[in-house]
Structure formats: structure tokens, C-alpha cells
């Protein structure tokens, strides 16, 4: 079991840990880590004898790992408190957890529609495999999958009270804490057994990757799942790995900057929505009100935070809340008016970019309310985006009154 | 269901499938198709509707497509004369078609050990999973897993024999033809259900990309296992499946250049072999007998044509034999001994490269005899890696006869 | 004559200008843009007539354009508030400048000696180039080449005063403000006639690409240089070009959280400097006093700020100073024991990256003081490049004590 | 001055050392080379004292050297029998010999107009530069750039005899070869001085990649140019370069499949040319003479070898011809249809990939024919191509009979 991390980073502050915390696996004098492409390694002609087959080599095929795989798990490792194993996708890292666990009964809540069609893939495969509700009864639950913050509302869910109902009936508390990747939260902390990421949102951050990470509390469980994932072939492509390993460089001016200015642009929005209710009695300008008119809710860690006693939440986000809130008109009409709308805000699925995107949740699960519009809030300055929703909402007011007309 | 295929070109050549099997998916001016890395494609403005979410879209998220893929599975279905669809490596395509068709019984001959691991990942997540030998009965079988040409020895199987037995006994017969890619072997025309590749080996044939195809028979099963890859992220990463691109267009003249030099250097050796067994009759030159005296076998698709009436392997190669061949010595020290001193053959695990690769099999697969190399054959000249062979069996010769004084 | 700026973010912030520069060029619903590589771009066959041979085309052959290299110069043209054409790396850029405008007398300060290599190659094409010193009288002086921030101490020139000497004598001035790109500097401002940049630096910013950039007031030049450069293939490679794209989207928190961390590094080790000549008075602890012993001096333009009246330093550095400083010791090898003993600083060449890096200057430029090194400082957290610093001065303070025993 | 070649691979086959000529400057073990993207490397701590400050390392920063760039050029070398150094593109290497040799007279023939453009960008620099034809006096000339074979006609010029004259008169001679690169032709065997290549063609091969070549047959000069390159940015990007060394792995194989495949379709129009103009005599079938009616002429070196005594012709090209040749038409018209009629032929400028493509290059070009089309020929099948001519010949002959009835 090879251990990964470089324990000198380990007290070090994320934005530290997330440059040199591979600084010990650097094969040659480049600066920055070349793009390893290689399937195959040499075997080292000297040391092998005919006792010695060079299998304590570090690398003998990609499919079990590669010098970029090896920097990223110790980057994300030392990041995350744990021990980082990485995969293709999300969803992949999610399989494997299931396949590593062979749970027979999970406990699963609202949140992305991914990890549920993932369940239906494994249960396909493994027969009998119940799933109950965050709030049923652990009893016989063998993981609690958790998604905090949830997707895609961006709102918290108290890590600690799970761990300890988990805990309790003998179950594993695993944490998808996608939406909020260090520094912003670190759910070990609360008590989390497993941590899973997709890196292609956050941790990867310029929609140009696809990965996923699963972190593990111990090590052993990390090195037995690097095992499966070397005989499936799960793991991420060769350029996947290294531009995530390129992101975390950036990691904390990343999402630091974009809990900022979404925490800023959910003030403003749910200001301007409080503002068009109370209306009658401060009488605001006419273009002021029409900015809030349209929107009912807008939801996001940072309002849970006001409204009711969760100390949970500040405590679980030491460094800011998730860049993703939501926010919902009456209809699937007006959703999607906003949502051709916005200049500054691509209109495509994904989050966690450097582009702020929304994404109409309803067209991909319909599950989800036909209003709502889930907001990744991207790197762009808080001003220039506030104006992109101030604009947008006002020719909604506008086309609501003409058709009103009509 | 999207069909890929431009049937315009299903009577071309190969090496005209392999260029141009894609030119209808061609998205921009480009000649030379860019690097997809976008994770999230922008919804169409103008076409979505209240009632169009831009679902209709070819792409919306990378996990379930990108214009790479597309071209690589509409090339590689073309060339291979099914339906294909790619994953991430070789091992992560044999899996997805246990997913897919969930085998209770599986009868799974000698071959690539990795199979064989990944038969075990699925019976830890299905009970009751038998696996029979390829020469039992199939009584109750649901896949025939057959290896042709065989690693590592190169020779090959009777596919039209196993696909009659398999058929009979209402199993499905999945071929793994990774030694033999189109040009030189046509599973589907053997009858043939479903074949599979580690593109890793002979398609990529650079050593620098981890893919895997399954090849459908039918169009429907292709897109249902496309449907799992999407929710399970099992695909290959975006320089890989790029690389994969480039090299389909160079298939042809790689692997009919390597089957070619591949079948004279066994020639050769074999010839060698053979004079040294015969030499008391011949008395030819000390240094002819040296170099073939310490090989106990050389084997070979050639040389199985030559000893046995086997019409049936000219028919499955109409092109040419797979470039990869075995030779036998007496002991694992002969066999390390001379894996050390090629010089034009890299020793190192793999095959279907560019250089010419020596893999020691027992060190990675200790059913392998310890007396055995595999040699993948690439695209140097032949005369040098045979100059390469006689030099280094001298060199064994000697260091035999030297070892034997002391 | 091509527009690639979107007028449409003129005004928008520099965070979100480099976010959306480029918007109105995707080409295909890909968010995030794919690595273009086609050196060669099909005709339209539909609009090519005898009369119309596809001449109108943007793309034709990937010398003289590709969309990435539009991308990244309509972003650049909006962020420098210019007209941008991008090289191959910044002296490339630099030479194509003296190519463009065939300057007969140069007036150059002190500062990067790479300049100097340009101008000598440049010289040994066209006779008779004189090179005069910035304060030199500018007449005939065709180009005066100014360099601000000054590589290596960090500190700033004047830009407006030698606009106003370079105009009154009918000079173009020329600012190399590769130390402080956008937006920490904009020297069209303070009448720059052309800016250059060497973009593998801050523009770059992960020491994983090389790049250069002019930027021109007027757009007729910028085409005139692109024309030139299309002739001479000078222009960046596929990938580096891409991964500028890519490190563009971060500019802005990228150096003005580098900016602010190294400021405050000057502050701390200026003050820990000051420490110890004074503190015969304030007596503070003996490790206090070590710290800042062996400094002889610190530079860079916060400094220069607290002890002139210079406000011009703070109008050209509207969102703080460059990201570079020197700091200077007695002797070569108390430079070397520094550059060799600190952790978070790798020691190497260039600057600009997100890791912080120190280079001993004398070593590649013999005209450099021994005693200097030039830190560019990257994005790890102030506390932990403080305490490196802490720490390896007081390592080099207990050497020199050792040595002086001996 | 650093011995970059192997002299183990001297002797070995082209194709054998286009895979193995870099085996000596594998860094790890890594069996396919890394994309090396740093641009600056860590200096050896413990190797740098006051005294030694790593100057000595390969690697101090990417403008100066890469451990691509080093295995490509390694690799070159010993392909080309000289001393090789790579650059952005063709014309920059073009570009980069005029620098070095600063020649007050060249003398140079027809062929490819892009090195009209680069003189010319060179004689606004250094004044009073003369250039003459390839069959004036070479009284005073520096230079002889010759192109063999000649672009776009792929006939050959006698390498020899412009050697004799260019050596004669003091000039050193300079071969373009790039339509014909090892193992098609070694011009220094020849008495070429200097060899150049647009490695964005057959080297390259796959319309992916730009960058240029010269070779040098001192290694001295080769040395010069790469400090002139290394001062002057105008190496190639690292994708470039390393997709350039991928290239190689499979140069041989590709181009003498393209050359025969060339050879057998100008054997085939020719001849098809041939009857045409006979048929009176051998009244073949109408449709046979209809493919041949409308062509006017076709050009290439294996015509030229059939038509005219020219031994060199064969001297020069050990294996193989051009993949490149010409066909015209009576007009403009004609050409164009041709050129937008056919399928497995890409229209589109640039040669040397692994697709057919052709090109009108009285567009680009204005001196040239503009019944004329240049034919780059790919890595298809042969019975495909001649198809797709068939087919178009006979469309254009039907098309001008029904123009010639209206």
C-alpha cells in the first residue's frame, strides 16, 4: 500500500497544500507535470533478476495507475483530509463506492438524479437491494448517501446528525459534497466514513473535464478500491487527469471567488423578491420592484442561515457556502424566458465552472419543479451579473404584462 | 437510436473506412477534427420551446457523448462491420457486456488473465455466476467468451465452430479479437454475436492512449449499452478517444506491415529452432546453430497453418496473422535473460505498439510458463529485429555455455 | 480587416471580460472550446464559385489563423483594451515588433536582458541600428522600449512622462508590462502606443505554455502584424495557445491574489529588514532580529510608493503592483544558500506561475548583481511563504554565524 | 555543443530509426514519451554551488529546449543523415536559414510561392537583397534554394547539378524536400548543404500539427540556428512537436504507401489521358474515353522518368516518388468542378496527410495555372481513388457536353 500523501503539506492552508501537495512526486526537473500519455513502463533492466520481476515498480500499465493519476490523489488527498482515489466520472466514483460496499440497503435522500439511476444499474446486478428514504429508519441500512449541499438548491444538510443516526444502526455515511469541494467544506469533520466529488464540477472548474473522486477516512479502503478500479478500467483519461490536476492549482481563488459573488448575487435577488412583496408600504421605484415581481423563492445555504437556528451550516463552511442556489418562478414559461435570457449565464446543464451557467432542471429530471432554474455562479464580477439578472427579470416583467395584455 | 454509419462507405477498403467512415460528422471546416474537452453543450436558443428542451440535441453533457466519441464509434463500426460503441480501456468494455447481458453461465477458455479478473468484480455483485471451460458442455450457458487470435501465443481459434455450439445451446458468442483488428480479422462473418477490443493495443497502436470497443451485431444492443455508459461514465477520456481517432487512420498500413513482419521474424526464428534440431544431418555454421539452439518453441497462427489442416485460420485472416507470437525456453533465467538484452524490443508489458514489445507473461500471470515471452511485433524494419534476435540468442548461447563451465 | 472584439463587454469588468471575450465566436454549441488542430480547413463547396474561391473564408490554413488563436486575441483585445496578436512566446512577439515598425535608433532601459538578445539579432539584419539608455536625448529615436514593472526588482517607470518625451520626438513608445497584465496595469492609459507581453508569465500563469502578445492601438497594425506573421509562422503552438484560453478565464483572481500576497511578503521581509538595522533601540527577540539580518535590501513598487512621491505609481496600478520583487543579500553565496533553501519557492527560471519561484539572476544575466533574486510569487497562502521565508533565513543566519567561526 | 543522434541507429532501416533514434532520451520509463509542457525547469540543488549554477542541465527554460523538441530533433537527425532543428513551421524554418546565412543573393526557381513571401519579409530588413532565377548565373549567389520535388507539379530537379553549379560559385545549396522526406529522398546525398522541410506535411502527415525542419549537414550550423531560435521564440508549440515525434513512429509506412498508391493513380489518368487522344485507333468503350477526355495534362515524377532520360530521377528517390502530383484541365471551370466533385479527395490547400486532398492553387497563388489542381494522395485505397475519379471525370465530361448543347 503505497502511501500518497506528503505529510510536510498537511498543516499547510488549502491553496498551499493544493500546489505542492504533489511537490514530492515530481519524476524529472519540469516545473509543471508533463502530460503522461504512456500505457506502458519500461521494466528497469538492472534491478530485474529472476526473483525480481520490477513488480514493486510504481507503474507498469496505465490501467493501475499513472505519474498524473499518483500527483492528483496526493493533491486531493492532502486536500481533502483522506485518502483520494480518482475516476472517469461522478457517477463512476458513486458505482464504485456500491461496488466496493455491496450494500444491501441504502438510504438515499432528494438531490441529483445521477446517483439514482447509478442504484438502478446496481441493482440490476446485485438482487434485492432496498432503498428507504434520509428519514426512515437505518435499520439493516448499510450506507447512508447523503448530498450536501444539495443539488440543486445549494442548501445544507447537517452532516453531523446523519453521522451520528448512521453511525448508530452500524451504517457507512457517505457525503457527495460536490457543490462544495475545500475550502469549503470538509465533511470528515462531521463525520463523513466517505467523501464523493464530481470533479468535473468544481474541482476541475472550466467544463472542460470529466472526473470523479471518491475520498476515503482510511487508507486501506482507498487502496482496496484502486485494486477494482485497476481491473475495471475506471479511472479518468490521460488529459482529464492532468487538467484536473492544472485546476486544483487554482482551486481556492476559484471557489472562494464564486461563493463570494453567489452569496452576494442571492442577497440581491432575494432582496429584490422580498422587496416587490413588501412593496405597498416602501414604494420603491416602479423598476425596482419589477426586478423582484416575477421570482418566488430563491433558495441557498446563505438564507437557510438567516431564516432558522442551523449553526450546523456555518460550522460545516468554514470558507464560504456553495456558488450554486436556485430560484424559482411560477411557471415553466417564465423559468425558461430567464433562462434563454441571460447574457452572462450559459444556458447548458453542469456546474461548478469558471462561466456562470443555468440550467433548467426540469428538462433533464422531471422530477424536479418545472420554475425552478439552478444557478452555477461562475467567476465573472459580481456587478456585471447582477445587471445580467436585473435586465433579464425586467423583460420578463415586460413580456408577462404584454401577454397579460393580450 | 442514431446510426452512425455513413453506409456510403461500407464497401470502401479499410483504410478508406478508417479516413473517412466519420466525414459526415464533420461539425466545422476543420480537416483535422479538434479536441473535444467540452463537459456541457449549449441548449439551442431558438429551438427550445416550453415543449423542446433542446433534448433532440446530439450532445448535452460529455458523459453521455461528445463529437470525438461519435466519430470514433461511426469510424470504428464501419471498419468493424457491427455497431460500436467505446469505453475507457479493454477490461472496462468486457465488463459492460456482463452488465449488459447479465450471464449466469459463462464458458471462458485459456487466454488474457485479465478477463478472468473481471468475471470475478461481477460475481461479487451477482450470486451464483459458473464459469465452465470453452471445450465443456453449454448446457445452460449465456456467453461463450472466446479469445482469437489467443494471447499469448498468437495462434488462433475455430471462431465458426464455438459460434455453432454457442448458437445450438442459445448462448451468445462474444469474440475478443484485440489481436487481430480489422484488416485482419472479421469475427461477425464466423457468426460472431458481439466482439470486443482493447483499443489500447492495435487500434491505438502508439502505446499512448486506454480504450476499449464492444462491437454489436445489433445496432439496439449497441445503444443500450451506450445508455449504461452514459449513467455508469465508463467511457474513454477525450485525448484518448482523440488519439484513438488518429490512429484509425493509419490502421491498415500499421497492422498489415506489422502482421507481415511479424509472420517472416517467425519464420525466422522458427527456422532457427528447427536447424538446430536437425543439425547433425545439415552441419551448417557453428553461429546458425547457435542462434536457434536455446529455443524450445516458437508458435504462432503461421506456423499453426503449417502443421495442421486448419483452413479455417486463412479464412478468419484474410489479411494477415496477428503481430504477436510466442517463443519458449527452457527456464525462466533463458527467458528473463533474453527480455533484458533485445535492444529493438521494448521490455515492457502490452502489445499492438509502434516498437516491438517483450513481455515476460509469468511475471504478471503466474499460470503463464516462466519459460515464455510474448513478442508484439512493431513497425520497425524486419531485417533489424531479426539482426536483433541473433544477436541476442548468440549472446544467451554463450552465456549458457559459460554458465555450464563453472 | 477582421473585428474580433465584442464591443458588447467593452465595459464590463476585467473578471468577466475574460470569461465572455470570445462568446460570439463558438463555433459549435461546445461551452468549453475544443483544442482546434487542423492545420488545413475545408472550402465551402457551395458558396465556391469559379469567381469566389472561399477567399472570404476566415480559416484556410492554421499559419494564418485558427479559431483558437481569434478566441484568444478577441479575448486579450478586450481585456488590454487593444487590438491583441499573439506569438509563439514574448520575444517572438518582440522581434515582430522591430520587424513591423524597422526602427534605426532604439532607446532601451535596464531591465530583462532578453530584449537585448533581440535587438542584437535584429541587428545583424539591418545596419546601423543604434541602441541609446531610456534617458537619453530621443532624438531620432524611432522606438523607445520601456519595461514597467521593471524585471527583476518589481518596481515601476513613469509611463506618461516618456509618452510625453517618446511623442514630442516623434517616437512610438513601447511598454513591456509582462510583470503587471490586465487588471493590474493598462498602459495605453498613460499613452503607450504598443504594449507587449510575454504570456507564458502571469497571461499564462502555470508554467505550462509559451506565448506572446502585442497589443496595438490601432487595429490597422494589429492586421499588419498578423499579415507578417502568417508569412512567418511565428505564431503560438495549438496547444499552447488553448491553454492560454483556458488561464485567461482565471486572470483576474488569479494576480490580484498574487499581487496582494506579495505585497504583503515585501512588507513582511522590508519590515523584519528594518528590525534588524534598528534594533539596537527596540531590541526585539534574538529570532526576530535574524529574520531580516542578511537582507541588504528589499525592492518592488509598493516600496518605492512609501518612500517618493510617486503617485503615478498608483495610477497605473489601479488593482495593485506586479507580483514580483527582488531582495538582495551580501554575497552570491548567501543568494544561493536562500534560493536553494526555501520549500515553497521552486528554483528555477520565469515568473508568473501559480507557484512561487525564485531565480538567482546573475546566473542567466552575468550583468545582475550576484547578491539578488527575483521572487514571483504564486498563489500559496501568505502564512506559509512568510514561514518559509522565516525559516530560511534563519537557516542562512545560523550558517553565516557557523562559517564565521570557522 | 550537444551530440543529439544515436549513433547505434546509423545503420539501422529508416523505419527503425524513426521509432527508436530518441531510445537514449528517455527520461522515465515511460515506453511513449510524455507531452512535456513546462517551461521551466528546477535546477539540481545539490549540483549548484556558487560556482556551478546548472548551466549545464539540458533543460533551464521551454524557448531554449524541451525534452520533445530534443527527441524529435534526435530523431530527425539520424532520419536525415544531418543535424536537425525544429521550428514553428515551414516557412519560419525558411526563414530562420536566411537569417542565419544572411545572404545578399539568392538564386531560386519556381515552386511553392511561400518562400517569395519569406524573402520578401527578409529584404525589408536587409537591404539591396538580389534574387535570380535557378538557371541565371550564380555569379555572387549565396544561396540556391531549390525545391525537388516541385510544388504542386511533383516532378524532381537534378539535385546533383545545382549542387556542381551552387558549389562552383561558392553557394551553398539549399533543398525544400518536403514533398518527399526520408526514406523517399536524402538530398545531402546528393551535395545538398542544407535540407528545409515543412514537417506540417508528410512528416506530420496527419493535418494536425505545424512546425518546420531544417537540417543541417554540419553539426555546427545546426547549433548556431538553434541559439538564433532559441533567442528569437520560434521553436514549435508542444503539442505540435509531440504529436510531430508520434508521427514518426509511422513515417515510413505512411509515405511509401502514399507514394505507390500516387504512382498507380498518375499511371492511371495518364493512361486514361493516353487513350482519350488515341481512341480513333482503338475505338475502346465510350465510357473509358470519357474519363480521360477532359484532362489535359498530368504531371509527376514517374511521367517525367518515362518521357525523358533523367537517371537522377531515380537516384533521388530510392523508395518511391512524391504522393503528389498535378492534373489540368483546359480551364478554370473545369478545375474547380472537378475540385468540388470529388469525395475521398478533401478540398482544401496543404498537403501530405493521410486524406487525399486537393487544391486549386491558382487561388492562393496567382501565377499559377488556373486549370490546374495539386493532388496530395493519402493513406486510402487505391481502387477507392480511382473510383472517385472515374466518377468525377465523367460528371465533368457530362457536365461540358450539356453546357456545350445549351
Chains 1, 2, 3, 4 share one sequence.
Not at 74 to 103: D, H, K, M
Not at 276 to 288: F, G, I, L
Amino acid at each position: 500500500m503505497v502511501e500518497l500523501k506528503n505529510s510536510l503539506y498537511n498543516t499547510a492552508a488549502p491553496s498551499t497544500q493544493s500546489i505542492h501537495g504533489d511537490d514530492h512526486l515530481h519524476a524529472t526537473s519540469e516545473v509543471s507535470t508533463p502530460i503522461s500519455v504512456s500505457t506502458t513502463f519500461a521494466y528497469n533492466k538492472k534491478e530485474i533478476t529472476a526473483n525480481n520481476y520490477g513488480l514493486d515498480q510504481r507503474y507498469i500499465y496505465s490501467r493501475s495507475g499513472t505519474p498524473i493519476l499518483t500527483k492528483v490523489e496526493a493533491t486531493l488527498s492532502t486536500l481533502s483530509e483522506g485518502y483520494a482515489v480518482i475516476y472517469g466520472s461522478g457517477l463512476t466514483a458513486a458505482f464504485s463506492v456500491l461496488v466496493e460496499q455491496r450494500p444491501k440497503k441504502i438510504a438515499l435522500g432528494s438531490g441529483y438524479f445521477g446517483i439514482k439511476n447509478v442504484i438502478e444499474q446496481y441493482q440490476r446486478l446485485v438482487p434485492n437491494v432496498q432503498v428507504v428514504g434520509l428519514d426512515c429508519s437505518y435499520n439493516d441500512v448499510d450506507i447512508v448517501w447523503l448530498e450536501s449541499p444539495i443539488n440543486p438548491t445549494g442548501e445544507v444538510r447537517d452532516i453531523s446528525s446523519y453521522a451520528l443516526r448512521a453511525h448508530a444502526a452500524g451504517a457507512l455515511l457517505v457525503v457527495d459534497a460536490t457543490l462544495a469541494p475545500p475550502p469549503l467544506s470538509y465533511p470528515f469533520r462531521q463525520g463523513a466514513d466517505i467523501v464523493v466529488h464530481s470533479a468535473t464540477k468544481f474541482l476541475g472548474g472550466h467544463s472542460d473535464l470529466l472526473a470523479g473522486v471518491v475520498v476515503s477516512r482510511a487508507p486501506k479502503s482507498a487502496e482496496s478500491m484502486r485494486v477494482a478500479r485497476s481491473v475495471l478500467g475506471t479511472g479518468p483519461g490521460s488529459l482529464d487527469a492532468w487538467l484536473l490536476l492544472r485546476s486544483l492549482r487554482t482551486l481556492s481563488v476559484r471557489v472562494q471567488n464564486q461563493s463570494q459573488t453567489a452569496t452576494r448575487l442571492v442577497a440581491f435577488l432575494e432582496s429584490h423578491r422580498r422587496l416587490a412583496v413588501v412593496s405597498a408600504c416602501h414604494s420603491p421605484s416602479v423598476q425596482e420592484l419589477a426586478i423582484g415581481r416575477r421570482i418566488t423563492a430563491v433558495r441557498h445555504a446563505s438564507l437557510q442561515l438567516s431564516t432558522t437556528h442551523c449553526s450546523f451550516i456555518e460550522t460545516q463552511h468554514p470558507n464560504g457556502y456553495a456558488p450554486v442556489f436556485s430560484i424559482r418562478f411560477a411557471t415553466k414559461d417564465q423559468a425558461l424566458f430567464v433562462a434563454r435570457h441571460l447574457q452572462l449565464h450559459t444556458f447548458a446543464t453542469s456546474l461548478g465552472s469558471v462561466e456562470s451557467l443555468v440550467d433548467w432542471r426540469h428538462g433533464i429530471d422531471s422530477k424536479e419543479d418545472p420554475g425552478l432554474l439552478r444557478i452555477s455562479v461562475g467567476l465573472e464580477n459580481f456587478d456585471d451579473l447582477a445587471n445580467d439578472w436585473s435586465k433579464t427579470l425586467l423583460a420578463l416583467d415586460a413580456h408577462e404584462k404584454g401577454s397579460a395584455k393580450l
